[in-house]
Nanobody
Framework: QVRLVESGGGLVEAGGSLRLSCAAL????????????MSWFRQAPGKEREFVAA????????KYADSVKGRFAISRDNTWNKVYLQMNDLKLEDAAVYYC????????????????WGRGTSVTVSA
């Protein structure tokens, strides 16, 4: 079982940048992060949770939502069991709670909701 802990959220002005981190921890010992496709989803108030980005276990396959292409970059470090989301040129509509997800299934199209979630980190974008 894997436990995910997000960090890095905060308040940023429109046009600014933030880097989110997600640490993967084992609930009973060390977790092998290479077993998992990692992803980021987000949920704005009053809206459904939506896909943002996903990365395969070896970083060979990366997928983005159209709304963040060219602005966001997902990456991972399996040595340290971490996945990152670099967010640049943030827009008001990017404000949401961002969730890290882990899934043993490969990246799919359309993306599937992963079975393992963190508790989220909040991103607020001001005008």
């Amino acid at each position: 079982q894997v436990r995910l802990v997000e960090s890095g959220g905060g308040l940023v002005e429109a046009g600014g940048s933030l880097r989110l981190s997600c640490a993967a921890l084992g609930t009973a010992g060390i977790v092998n992060m290479q077993m998992y496709t990692m992803s980021w989803f987000r949920q704005a108030p009053g809206k459904e949770r939506e896909f943002v980005a996903a990365i395969s276990w070896d970083s060979s396959v990366i997928k983005y939502a159209d709304s963040v292409k060219g602005r966001f970059a997902i990456s991972r470090d399996n040595t340290w069991n971490k996945v990152y989301l670099q967010m640049n040129d943030l827009k008001l509509e990017d404000a949401a709670v961002y969730y890290c997800g882990a899934d043993r299934r490969p990246i799919s199209d359309p993306p599937k909701s992963p079975p393992h979630w963190g508790r989220g980190t909040s991103v607020t974008v001001s005008a």
